[in-house]
């Protein structure tokens, strides 16, 4: 069994920064990669950013250069750095992880709200 919990959402203004963590707890083993995506009301959930077992990193275009995801030393917590925040970036964010068979989990989210 593999738990995935986020943390560190909340309210911000425009430009300010957040740094999201997603810590994982149980079977994490056989890891292929570990990612975000994110939820904004009455959309469907979209891809941010990955990290993949051997480091390399992805980021959707609407995110690349404002956000950074990174992860501990053990691999058992990921990191999304996310600067420059916009209205647009409101969403709750999940967290994701890819075992090598293909099996997929999901943490519980944390919202995010960008407003003045």
């Known amino acids: 069994q593999v738990q995935l919990v986020e943390s560190g959402g909340g309210l911000v203004q425009p430009g300010g920064s957040l740094r999201l963590s997603c810590a994982a707890s149980g079977s994490i083993n056989s890891i292929s990669a570990m990612g975000w995506y994110r939820q904004a009301p009455g959309k469907q959930r979209e891809w941010v950013a990955t990290?993949?077992?051997?480091?390399?990193?992805n980021y959707a275009d609407s995110v690349k250069g404002r956000f950074t995801i990174s992860r501990d030393n053990a691999k058992t917590t990921v990191y999304l750095q996310m600067n420059s925040l916009k209205p647009e970036d409101t969403a709750v964010y999940y967290c994701?992880?890819?075992?090598?068979?293909?099996?997929?989990?999901w943490g519980q989210g944390t919202q995010v709200t960008v407003s003045s």
């Open positions: 994701k992880m890819t075992r090598i068979n293909a099996y997929v989990y």
């Open positions: 990290i993949t077992s051997g480091d390399s990193t």
